[in-house]
């Protein structure tokens, strides 16, 4: 008796559930559902030893997957995620970092399925602090008739900063250009600094320098102009003369 129960009638009761199951799927609501959703955030190193440098810029990308609420993951973007390294017992021996899913801060309500990579290579190297000579940088010539008779840095050495691998021994700071070509007169002008690696840094809070230069007319540039008006004054007598 059961199964006569059953199967009477199973086609409009078939039907029967699967319109309750589309009523169910529209009519519930948005806030109880929940789909996943892929992010990519960046990993951020932090407290990183005073005594150490990161040598290469690491791929520090985090592929996340997420799960939340519908009404709710759609407004979710990788600037609403954090998620930090701590450097602070790192060493120059180690290069591979495990990524714990308690470095990832995400919102309320918002689940981490999975992420990716869950290590960061990060090759870190001792800092070198050196005083290095900072060297002027001239183009051009100076006019016919003049001459640069001295060249003065303030300050002429700078103290830098940088991994020990990436310093040399005769490495020098470099002014921006100056174009002597057109200066007829002594002359002072504020210059920028320029490292010799992109990887060191200036331990100074004013990266620039002062060079004067000290340009003066020739002898012969001299003794040529006081000929040339004797010559003149030669010359007019006998004009007169005549």
């Known amino acids: ?20 199951l589309v009523l ?6 948005e806030e109880k559902t929940f789909a996943e959703k892929n992010l990519t955030i960046n990993l951020e190193l932090v407290n990183i030893p ?3 440098e990161v040598l290469e810029q690491p791929d520090t990308t985090l592929n996340l997957k997420i799960r939340a609420r519908k009404r709710l993951i759609n407004e ?10 701590d450097m602070s017992r790192a060493s120059i021996y180690q290069q591979e970092y495990l990524i ?17 990579p869950v290590y960061v290579h990060v090759k870190l190297d001792r800092t070198k602090k050196l005083e290095m000579e900072v060297v ?5 010539r100076v006019p016919e008739g003049y001459r640069l008779v ?12 940088g991994p020990e691998s990436k310093i040399r021994p005769k490495d020098r700071v470099i002014t921006s250009p100056i174009d002597v070509s057109t200066l007829t007169a002594s002359t002072i002008l504020e210059v920028d600094l320029i490292l010799p690696r992109p990887e060191l ?17 020739t002898a012969g540039a001299s003794s040529s102009g006081s000929g040339s008006k004797q010559a003149a004054r030669n010359a007019r007598p006998e004009q007169s003369h005549f």
């Open 76 to 85: 979710l973007k990788p600037e609403n995620f954090t998620a930090r390294l």
């Open 150 to 161: 001295k060249t003065e840095v303030n300050p002429a050495w700078v103290m830098v900063a």
């Open 201 to 217: 840094r200036l331990l100074t809070p004013y990266p620039r320098a002062r060079v004067t230069l000290v340009i003066e007319k």
């Open 50 to 52: 005073p005594e150490v």
């Open 1 to 20: 008796m059961i199964k006569e129960l059953l199967l009477r009638n199973w086609q409009l009761k078939l039907l029967a559930l699967f319109l309750a």
């Open 136 to 140: 002027p940088t001239i183009i051009g």
């Open 100 to 116: 714990d899913s308690t470095m990832i801060k995400a919102p309320a309500g918002v689940e981490i399925v999975s992420f990716s």
């Open 24 to 29: 169910w799927i529209i009519l519930i609501p």
